[in-house]
């Protein structure tokens, strides 16, 4: 049996239909590297699969599903949340699903002022030695 020449060039594997990559990357939210090892191709074949069957590649760390662009709410729920309420915008994030950076980016687009923590600038107690904090004088 002969064995191929070295230098011989490859032949490109066939990629899936483009209604199995849409199910498989859009609607179940595989991973690019997910693909790669069920294909067993590289990461170029497979981003070029997703290009030829006009799937957007999503950016790396963006979630399946996601998209792109976050529409925040509207000003007066931010502010009714941030302001009136009072929750921390951790707990506002929670809320929508966002990262607390996206909220806070959100606040400032909409021109609410941060507020500040009501221990912030605040003097702080003097720490009393251990002795003198279990009873013992």
């Known amino acids: 049996m002969a064995l191929p020449a070295p230098n011989a060039p490859r032949h490109a594997p066939i990629a899936p239909p483009a209604t199995e990559l849409h199910r498989l990357y859009i609607t179940e939210g595989l991973s690019v590297t997910a693909l790669t090892e069920r294909y067993h191709v590289g990461k170029a ?51 929508l699903d966002v990262s607390s950076a996206t909220i806070l980016n959100w606040l400032a687009a909409a021109g609410i002022e941060r507020l500040r923590s009501a221990l912030k600038g605040r003097p702080r107690r003097p720490i009393r030695p251990a002795a003198s904090r279990s009873g013992r004088r």
């Open 45 to 95: 074949s497979l981003q070029g699969w997703l290009s030829d069957a006009g799937i957007a590649i999503r950016t790396q760390g963006q979630a399946a599903g996601r998209h792109c662009e976050l529409n925040p709410p509207p000003e007066t729920v931010l502010r009714r949340l941030y302001i009136e309420q009072r929750l921390p915008a951790a707990d506002i994030a929670a809320l």
